[in-house]
């Protein structure tokens, strides 16, 4: 396998990290994290934009965010926006800032995120295993076609399932950090 098929198959790797990453951090644990507004887009003007890119978002206290518009008429349009998507927290406007009230987390709840967060995980495993086989029949059809030798063929099949073996450790780490974390009261 060349150099420039490694890298290519180490950038999907990295890609799927990201998305797991991502996935994660739209998952709540209990304290405010502005992430969760990032799949969250206002017609402004006839343009979807995220709220980030509208307004300052704050974290006053460990479970409470504010979002403050740069212009008060986008103020009903965020608010509309957040009470349609699936983060579950209803705002509260004043008339100047929109406020996200983040409730304590039941046992329940925090289980339920838990089994989330590994499902995201096991979505990832999956997406590297079928960068790995790619990789792999990849290799077995040059060693059909004769351009490497059946020892070639073993090494890259070992270099690449350790490179494999490594992203599975890196995704099993960022998911057991989110599950602490969704677990810390």
């Known amino acids: 396998m060349s ?41 402004y003007y006839g343009t979807p934009t995220p709220i980030n890119q509208l307004a300052n978002i704050s974290i006053p206290e460990a479970r409470v965010i504010v979002i403050q518009p740069w212009e008060s008429s986008v103020l009903k349009d965020i608010e509309r926006e957040i009470q349609k ?5 209803n705002p509260s406007n004043d008339g ?29 495993k999956i997406a590297i295993r079928s960068i790995r086989r790619d990789a792999i029949e990849k290799m077995k059809a040059a060693k059909k076609r004769s351009e490497i030798t059946e020892d070639d063929l073993k090494v890259a099949e070992k270099e690449i399932q350790e ?23």
Request: no cysteine; charged share 40%; hydrophobic share 35%.
């Open 163 to 185: 490179i494999t073996d490594k992203f599975i450790a890196d995704i099993d780490s960022i998911v057991k950090k989110k599950e602490e974390e969704i677990l810390e009261v």
């Open 96 to 124: 100047k800032v929109i406020r996200l009230v983040f409730p304590p987390l039941t046992e329940e709840r925090r289980k339920e995120l838990t089994k989330v967060a590994r499902k995201y995980g096991e979505d990832a």
């Open 3 to 43: 150099k420039e098929e490694y890298k290519e198959m180490k950038e999907k790797m990295n890609k799927t990290l990201s998305v797991l990453k991502g996935e994660l951090n739209g998952v709540r644990a209990g304290r405010a994290n502005p992430s969760i507004l990032d799949k969250i887009s206002i017609d």
């Open 85 to 89: 998507s699936d983060i579950g927290i």
